[in-house]
């Protein structure tokens, strides 16, 4: 239901309430862990509400693998880790057959993909070969392995960590894997104000050893259905259109966003507005979403050139529509 004339009062009220408990219990659960990063912490149960995988791109030590432990922590459901290296094969991530001599049958013994939130640490230091089991999970949520199709967890969710390309042992994630995480996200250092606060957490235990589920199943499933249901009007969809596609044209860019970013961007920006008590998609949000759904789909002609700059620019010159009256 997306046509807002057939939509009672009470039943737009409820999209939001529902979307906003989920997503500020789950905030405030993990801000319990991770200091000072309200805004990337909220942009991380976006990604969760909006049913997409997340990239979580910086340098080592600044919270990436503690706030993948923190979310799945607030949920109470079925978490793996898998630390990725450059010998690891894909069937260490997606499992294997093993012949049982008593019953003389091959059995499947699930790899560690088979979770509902999976942390892919350091993903980049794997070989491509070795990225790419993740590829058929993350857009089909199912695995083949030796013939045979295996059902992914539901809800499920990858986080994937990954050291900046420049480090020494990292291989870049190829472009069809990019493409297929909802958001990239980057944490950055905390301030020294939020670093003491740090230390003095810490100081006798982690944080995270006293975090309790916040949020069911049933809640964040209820909450992600209600997503689908905030109305984007048709000059929203135009916009969000032509932003995409003015990254394809751009002069510094050799291959632009794809349409799964148009709809990555489109996803985002109605759980951005349920979640800030809205059941109608603004230009605010799709341009407020814009820099962390594209920019890691977008390919410069210069490999040096920062992408977020070159989404910037398009946003620029990518005339705003006016937003609809309710």
Request: contains cysteine; hydrophobic residues 40%; negative net charge.
């Amino acid at each position: 239901m997306n046509d807002r004339a057939t939509r009672t009062p009470g039943e737009a009220q409820n999209i939001v309430a529902t979307v906003q408990t989920v997503a500020e219990r789950i905030v405030q659960s993990v801000g319990q862990v991770i200091f000072g990063k309200r805004n990337e912490i909220r942009l991380t149960v976006l990604g969760l509400l909006s049913q997409g995988h997340i990239l979580l791109e910086d340098i080592p030590g600044v919270g990436k693998t503690m706030l993948a432990r923190a979310l799945a922590r607030s949920m109470g459901i079925r978490f793996s880790r898998i630390q990725f290296t450059p010998d690891m094969l894909p069937s260490d991530v997606t499992g294997v057959s093993i012949f049982n001599q008593e019953s003389r049958q091959f059995e499947f013994r699930p790899g560690p993909i088979f979770a509902q939130i999976v942390l892919a640490d350091e993903i980049n230091r794997a070989t491509a070969k070795t990225q790419s089991a993740l590829l058929e999970a993350m857009e089909e949520r199912q695995v083949t392995v030796d013939g045979h199709t295996y059902q992914m967890y539901d809800p499920f969710l990858i986080i994937a960590t990954q050291n900046p390309i420049e480090y020494e042992g990292t291989f870049p994630l190829p472009e069809a894997q990019l493409d297929r995480f909802l958001i990239r996200i980057q944490l950055g250092y905390p301030s020294p104000t939020e670093e003491l606060v740090v230390l003095s957490a810490q100081q006798y235990e982690h944080p995270i050893n006293n975090m309790r589920q916040v949020v069911t199943v049933q809640e964040l499933s209820a909450a992600q259905a209600a997503v689908r249901d905030v109305y984007v009007a048709e000059e929203i969809k135009r916009y969000i259109v032509e932003i995409v596609n003015a990254t394809r044209n751009h002069p510094k860019v050799y291959l632009g966003a794809s349409p799964r970013g148009s709809l990555a961007l489109f996803r985002c920006s109605q759980t951005r507005a349920a979640m800030a008590g809205r059941d109608y998609v603004l230009p605010d949000d799709v341009k407020a979403l814009a820099e962390v759904t594209l920019a890691h789909r977008i390919i410069a002609n210069d490999r040096d050139e920062n992408t977020r700059i070159i989404v910037q620019e398009v946003l620029q010159y990518t005339p705003v529509p006016g937003a609809s009256a309710r």
